[in-house]
């Protein structure tokens, strides 16, 4: 007789890295760029970034626009953003354990006139 066994390997996750976040450029009207230094998935791929906008001070995930940039980009652009106005931006990661801490960055939006 023998004994049959099975074994797992369990690899545990933890929540993301923070990203990064580049100096915020706005050289267009209503335009704000945000790049980021990838977060490090620790253990658990990256399935999303949420990038946010609010006035300065604000929290942006709660109160502010929010959008979902898929894990494997690290820009996104802020089209429509009034210009003249100081405001703040926000990214974090999501893997399957919850979200990073965030990175901000503050600017004036662009404008021509």
């Known amino acids: 007789t023998s004994t049959w066994t099975s074994q797992a390997a ?3 996750a933890e929540l993301p890295g923070q990203p990064a976040l580049e100096p915020l450029r706005s050289v267009n009207d209503g335009e704000v760029v945000m790049s980021w230094n990838a977060s490090d ?14 006035s300065v001070g604000g929290n942006a995930f709660a109160n502010g626009q929010t959008v979902q940039v898929a894990g494997h980009l690290t820009t996104y652009t802020f089209t429509g953003q009034d210009a003249g106005a100081t405001r703040q931006y926000w990214v974090r ?3 399957s354990v919850g979200d990073s801490a965030a990175d901000t960055d503050t600017i004036v ?5």
Do not use: E
């Open 93 to 95: 990661g999501h893997n």
């Open 10 to 12: 369990l690899d545990s």
């Open 109 to 113: 939006v662009y404008s021509s006139r």
């Open 41 to 54: 998935s620790n253990g658990a791929y990256i399935q999303y970034y949420d990038v946010a906008y609010n």
